[in-house]
T-cell receptor, first 117, second 116 residues
Framework: AQTVTQSQPEMSVQEAETVTLSCTYDTSESDYYLFWYKQPPSRQMILVIRQEAYKQQNATENRFSVNFQKAAKSFSLKISDSQLGDAAMYFCAYRSPSGGSNYKLTFGKGTLLTVNP | ETGVTQSPTHLIKTRGQQVTLRCSSQSGHNTVSWYQQALGQGPQFIFQYYREEENGRGNFPPRFSGLQFPNYSSELNVNALELDDSALYLC???????????????FGPGTRLTVL
């Protein structure tokens, strides 16, 4: 079974600075998908960024980028130029490829990010 | 494009009662997944429906059951409620096709269930 570990229960960053959230996972599969979701106090789980394991290039979405290290099974999220609106719980999630298995997401326990003005 | 919606927003029940939570998928999506999120934890997979059939189940007892309708909306039913069922229940929809690279799951705002 796949597991996802987020070793930082809480992180804080100053506004306009950069912060990196860590995620490691365990799997025996060679092809899979990784996601970072953001959950603000409003509870809505919002997709931040997605990475396909077969792609060597790290995904980027505006101020958000990942460092995907497949051999190390590591998937960290970097937030540049942090904004007050980035404050939220961040979840790393793993998903098996389609075909044969269901489409469930396996989540880590989350990292609470605080952005200080 | 309409996003994923859930109802009700909040619900209070007593132990032993039954509850039905509802989810309306994003337009064009054929798959619905349900997750339970206890306070301070990551979401845990309950089950998933793909084209109206159950397509996998997590480690939840049979008193957690579900349905997916032809319009791809979905219900989560929980019988014989226990105190530990108190949680945020999230549904997520996606468009899945066998053998095609996976799509992203889009989440609804959740239903907060409190069991007294």
């Amino acid at each position: 079974a796949q597991t996802v570990t987020q070793s930082q229960p809480e992180m804080s960053v100053q506004e306009a600075e950069t912060v990196t959230l860590s995620c490691t996972y365990d799997t025996s599969e060679s092809d899979y998908y990784l996601f970072w979701y953001k959950q603000p106090p409003s509870r809505q789980m919002i997709l931040v960024i997605r990475q396909e394991a077969y792609k060597q290039q790290n995904a980027t979405e505006n101020r958000f980028s990942v460092n995907f290290q497949k051999a190390a099974k590591s998937f960290s999220l970097k937030i540049s130029d942090s904004q007050l609106g980035d404050a939220a719980m961040y979840f790393c999630a793993y998903r098996s490829p389609s075909g044969g298995s269901n489409y469930k997401l396996t989540f880590g326990k989350g990292t609470l990010l605080t952005v200080n003005p | 494009e309409t996003g994923v919606t859930q109802s009700p927003t909040h619900l209070i029940k007593t132990r032993g009662q039954q509850v039905t939570l509802r989810c309306s998928s994003q337009s064009g999506h054929n798959t619905v997944s349900w997750y339970q999120q206890a306070l301070g934890q990551g979401p845990q997979f309950i089950f998933q429906y793909y084209r109206e059939e159950e397509n996998g189940r997590g480690n939840f007892p049979p008193r957690f059951s579900g349905l997916q309708f032809p319009n791809y909306s979905s219900e989560l039913n929980v019988n014989a409620l226990e105190l530990d069922d108190s949680a945020l229940y999230l549904c997520a929809s996606s468009l899945e096709q066998r053998g095609v690279p996976t799509d992203t799951q889009y989440f609804g705002p959740g239903t907060r269930l409190t069991v007294l």
